[in-house]
């Protein structure tokens, strides 16, 4: 496991919910820890995918009768608890106190499985768009990329390379000015309010406008942005750190109008032409030191994530 205090006390996304429809098992990689999800009746649960007899994925068994999970080596069988409950070669022996797999905290929200390495203080990351009745939402993703979690929450972050990576789709190279606006930090993360951009056809509806946005940063890996005026538009970012350089972008769309086109398929192409972006950046990890790279007024959000980042001491993913 990765050595990150506040990244293991927090939830990060790792599998949808409809991926354990049957049951499960299916393995999964967070914080550089192998774990496995599998679900009996309605509970889901998330653990070390290590059989403690001979080190066998737990993840290549299988789920059995009365909500189990069965080790596929020698066939050692864990209750929910993540106790072992059988040792088929030794039926009528009670297995020992410590043949016990880890066992992680599981949540569900936003049709995902959440998973905590630790102890997390809070609930999984919320979006007031996501629950509100007024606006459809759809999810996006997941999107598995090559970069570190804060270069991709940096780069959902940033309008000034609409003009360029996206050109004609949210930017104009011909309008790529970004006037002055205002951030804030606190406990909760940060805040860029008031963040201005001319883009061609912000709500999928055939017209450009100047567009205005609200941006925060939740947690270290989870981001949301809305679009204000008329028709409005938000999305939340959730990104898993499978290792310091390997990730899954997750994202949820909300909207209070009827797109001319398939959003799913639009943010398909959007992240699209992000992730070559991100995989190419050098370093590959964040720096957090404001002095490795250079910045201008329109990197205000950046700026302010990464000293908040350095303050609130994220290991992974930063340099």
Known sequence: MIDDPVLVNDWHPVAGVDQLARGGP????????????????????????LCVHRGTRLSLGKVVAGGALECPYHGWTYGTDGRCVLMPAHPEQTPPAKACVQVYRTAVAHGLIWVSLGSPAGGVPSFEMLEDP????LRAGPYRVKASGPRIVENF?????????????????????????????????????????????????????????????????????????EHSFGMLLSVTPHDAVDSTAWMWMAMNYEPESPM??????????????????????????????????????????????????????TA
Do not use: C, M
């Open 264 to 317: 799913v398929e639009f943010q398909d192409r959007i992240f699209a032409q992000d992730r070559p972006i991100l995989e190419s950046q050098r370093p590959e990890l964040l720096p957090l030191d404001l002095q490795a790279e250079l910045h201008l007024r329109s990197d205000r959000t950046a700026i302010a994530y990464r000293r908040w980042l350095r303050e609130i001491g994220v290991r992974t993913g």
């Open 157 to 229: 972050l940033d309008v000034g390379h609409f003009p360029f990576v996206h050109e004609g789709i949210l930017g104009d190279r011909a309008r790529p000015e970004i006037a002055d606006y205002e951030t804030s930090t606190d406990s909760n993360g940060v805040l860029a309010t008031g963040v201005k951009v001319f883009q061609p056809d912000p709500y999928a509806t055939g017209h450009g406008s100047v567009v205005t946005y609200t941006y925060r940063v939740h947690r270290p890996l989870s981001a949301s942005f809305i679009k204000h005026g």
């Open 26 to 49: 299916l393995g999964a990689r967070l914080l550089g820890e192998d774990i496995v999800l599998w679900r009996s009746g309605d509970d889901h649960f998330a653990w070390r995918d």
């Open 134 to 137: 007024a606006y459809q939402v």
